[in-house]
């Protein structure tokens, strides 16, 4: 076995994003994705499930080499890795099991719309894909291809777009009355341990935040709602509920179902849509939303581009677009958001 040493921290570092075969396109601020994806998967090759614990203790000597910040705690750099676990399961390139245990998910293709390119999705590290490594364009957990090379596309599926963003096949208001339509609700027998808050776009000022949307009381109105509470240390509970003249007569729960792409189906029906605001910064555009977006469109966003959070703001998200901006834009209207002009 041959040692190689290496006489400045520059060198080690250039030698472990040759080893993770980082092409120019992938920041160090980027590359705790690849790391993570080549840990996850190098542990668990032989048992087919790698233990977050061992997982975050392999990776983190590499996270510190490579990202170059002496002063940062251990602790904080392990943060930083679980929460790239996290993302990584969201874009689904891992999966995790229970008992703390995480896998590579199956390498696949996901084509974008408009002839945009192609996802590479998966746990399987970019060292391991006999390519060149700048044929890739690293974005955040997510590796994109202007063009698939032809030896790739022979071994990996594609997947349909729509799948892997989640995004239902039905118009927003369609699907809006189809969630409506199949859950059944039972009779509602008040406890005065809760309390309940109701979501009333048509009530709210024309172009609201939709978290300003939100009331403790239903008013006098009839119809079909949706509710929620919060329960002990902060978690939030929804309901889809029916009241009668401001009282909740039946109820329901409302699990699995994107609340949120549901809120944007009741702005649209209440006809008081929110608001995109634009700015210009340098020479590309800049979306600044008050209200958040549904899973599936911050799953396809952060294909697309980046998202700030400004501190003295946290409400606000501020998103770029560095390809295919009017898709983006085109899936902002889907959800009957207002784009305002540039300023």
Same mark, same amino acid.
């Given at each position: 076995?041959?040692?190689?040493?290496?006489?400045?921290?520059?060198?080690?570092?250039?030698?472990?994003?040759?080893?993770?075969?980082?092409?120019?396109?992938?920041?160090?601020?980027?590359?705790?994705?690849?790391?993570?994806?080549?840990?996850?998967?190098?542990?668990?090759?032989?048992?087919?499930?790698?233990?977050?614990?061992?997982?975050?203790?392999?990776?983190?000597?590499?996270?510190?080499?490579?990202?170059?910040?002496?002063?940062?705690?251990?602790?904080?750099?392990?943060?930083?890795?679980?929460?790239?676990?996290?993302?990584?399961?969201?874009?689904?390139?891992?999966?995790?099991?229970?008992?703390?245990?995480?896998?590579?998910?199956?390498?696949?293709?996901?084509?974008?719309?408009?002839?945009?390119?192609?996802?590479?999705?998966?746990?399987?590290?970019?060292?391991?894909?006999?390519?060149?490594?700048?044929?890739?364009?690293?974005?955040?957990?997510?590796?994109?291809?202007?063009?698939?090379?032809?030896?790739?596309?022979?071994?990996?599926?594609?997947?349909?777009?729509?799948?892997?963003?989640?995004?239902?096949?039905?118009?927003?208001?369609?699907?809006?009355?189809?969630?409506?339509?199949?859950?059944?609700?039972?009779?509602?027998?008040?406890?005065?341990?809760?309390?309940?808050?109701?979501?009333?776009?048509?009530?709210?000022?024309?172009?609201?935040?939709?978290?300003?949307?939100?009331?403790?009381?239903?008013?006098?109105?009839?119809?079909?709602?949706?509710? %929620? !509470?919060?329960?002990? &240390?902060?978690?939030? +509970?929804?309901? #889809?509920?029916?009241? @009668? /003249?401001?009282? =909740? *007569?039946?109820?329901?729960?409302?699990?699995?179902?994107?609340?949120?792409?549901?809120?944007?189906?009741?702005?649209?029906?209440?006809?008081?849509?929110?608001?995109?605001?634009?700015?210009?910064?340098?020479?590309?555009?800049?979306?600044?939303?008050?209200?958040?977006?549904?899973?599936?469109?911050?799953?396809?966003?952060?294909?697309?581009?980046?998202?700030?959070?400004?501190?003295?703001?946290?409400?606000? %998200? !501020?998103?770029?677009? &560095?390809?295919?901006? +009017?898709?983006? #834009?085109?899936?902002? @209207? /889907?959800?009957? =958001? *207002?784009?305002?002009?540039?300023?």
């Amino acid at each position: 076995m041959s040692v190689e040493v290496f006489q400045t921290s520059k060198e080690a570092v250039q030698a472990a994003r040759r080893v993770l075969d980082l092409g120019a396109t992938c920041k160090a601020s980027q590359s705790r994705y690849e790391i993570m994806r080549a840990t996850v998967w190098g542990i668990a090759g032989p048992s087919g499930t790698a233990h977050v614990n061992r997982v975050l203790g392999c990776a983190l000597p590499t996270w510190r080499l490579i990202s170059e910040r002496a002063s940062v705690s251990e602790e904080h750099f392990r943060a930083e890795l679980r929460d790239a676990l996290s993302t990584l399961q969201d874009s689904g390139d891992l999966v995790e099991l229970s008992g703390g245990y995480w896998a590579p998910a199956t390498a696949r293709f996901v084509a974008l719309p408009e002839h945009a390119g192609s996802l590479l999705v998966g746990g399987v590290p970019s060292a391991l894909l006999s390519i060149d490594r700048n044929l890739i364009q690293h974005h955040g957990p997510y590796r994109h291809f202007a063009n698939v090379p032809l030896v790739l596309t022979e071994s990996l599926p594609v997947e349909a777009f729509l799948s892997w963003a989640r995004l239902p096949d039905l118009p927003l208001p369609d699907w809006g009355q189809s969630v409506i339509d199949s859950l059944e609700r039972v009779t509602y027998l008040p406890d005065k341990s809760e309390a309940f808050e109701f979501y009333l776009p048509e009530k709210a000022r024309p172009g609201t935040p939709q978290f300003k949307r939100w009331s403790a009381d239903a008013a006098n109105i009839t119809g079909t709602v949706l509710a %929620r !509470r919060t329960r002990l &240390y902060g978690a939030r +509970e929804y309901r #889809l509920v029916d009241v @009668r /003249s401001g009282k =909740i *007569v039946s109820a329901c729960e409302f699990q699995d179902i994107d609340v949120r792409r549901f809120m944007y189906a009741l702005d649209m029906a209440a006809k008081n849509p929110v608001h995109a605001r634009q700015f210009r910064v340098g020479d590309r555009r800049q979306w600044h939303f008050t209200s958040e977006l549904p899973r599936a469109e911050q799953r396809m966003f952060a294909a697309l581009g980046s998202v700030t959070i400004p501190g003295d703001r946290p409400f606000e %998200r !501020r998103w770029m677009f &560095y390809r295919n901006e +009017e898709l983006a #834009l085109g899936m902002l @209207r /889907s959800l009957g =958001i *207002v784009i305002g002009q540039v300023s």
